[in-house]
């Protein structure tokens, strides 16, 4: 079943729901570009409670992938602590990008860093691993090697899901119309889209998600997408609620 939502603001994601006239809403429970823990804000039980689908985004300087052990090490704790309040607010997933090995690091490389980040793991919520647009080396940019860091991981026994950003698949050079087919091929399924047009070309390797309809992505190849992964869709599109809410209203409409 499709449910349509948004990111929202963490402030009062029931609101922000309302607002976009969203099915499922996606949040940061800290600020996405520092290392600081969520804090309680009071309203968890109300979240834990409401009927409304929750998933939260891990901070962005999360890497498992990296090749800097201190980085790693400030990854798996930053995790621990992100799906320890992702729980505590019923989410269904706390998304966390494929990363890279920094440097010279090669895709292999990268691997072993998730299985030794993953290893002193024990997370309270779902891991769910989106799908990134750049990096030679980035372990979830190619399909070909997100494959092989989905196998390496729950044959090591670690219950990991998928995140398909249609943005990141354009932009990392991943054929669009086929990559919700794809990815299920390999994963089995998809737990959730992030449904973004692309301001830059086909494997650009650059990420900026564009308003949909406004940017690279063709609207038929977004909305095969949706219509393949039959899950939870969010849209990450600039503009605020009142944007967010049309590119909701356009996608509905369009589904039928």
């Known amino acids: 079943m499709i449910y349509l939502g948004s990111h929202v603001e963490r402030k009062d994601p029931l609101q922000g729901a309302v607002n976009r006239q969203a099915d499922v809403v996606q949040i940061f429970l800290s600020p996405p570009q520092a290392w600081a823990a969520p804090k309680i804000r009071g309203d968890e039980h109300e979240l834990l409670s409401a009927e409304l689908p929750i998933f939260v985004h891990a901070p962005y300087l999360a890497n498992p992938a990296s090749a800097n052990p201190a980085v790693r090490e400030k990854t798996r704790r930053c995790l621990q602590e992100q799906t320890t309040a992702a729980a505590a607010v019923g989410a269904l997933g706390l998304v966390v990008h494929g990363g890279h090995p920094t440097g010279g690091g090669t895709v292999a490389q990268g691997i072993d860093n998730w299985l030794e980040v993953m ?138």
Do not use: W
């Open 119 to 256: 290893r002193d793991l024990e997370p309270e919520c779902r891991i769910l691993i989106e799908n990134t647009a750049g990096g030679s080396a980035a372990v979830a940019r190619r399909f070909d090697d997100f494959a092989r860091l989905l196998d390496a991981l729950r044959g090591a026994g670690h219950d990991v899901g998928v995140v398909l950003d249609t943005c990141h698949a354009h932009a990392g050079g991943e054929e669009l119309s086929s990559s919700a087919e794809r990815l299920i091929r390999f994963a089995g399924s998809i737990e959730l889209v992030h449904l973004n047009d692309s301001k830059d070309d086909f494997n650009s390797g650059r990420d900026n998600h564009q308003s949909l309809g406004e940017g690279s992505c063709a609207m038929q190849d977004l909305l095969q997408v949706v219509q393949v992964a039959n899950t939870y869709t969010v849209v990450e599109t600039p503009g605020g609620y009142v944007d967010q809410a049309r590119d909701l209203s356009v996608v509905r409409s369009s589904l039928g």
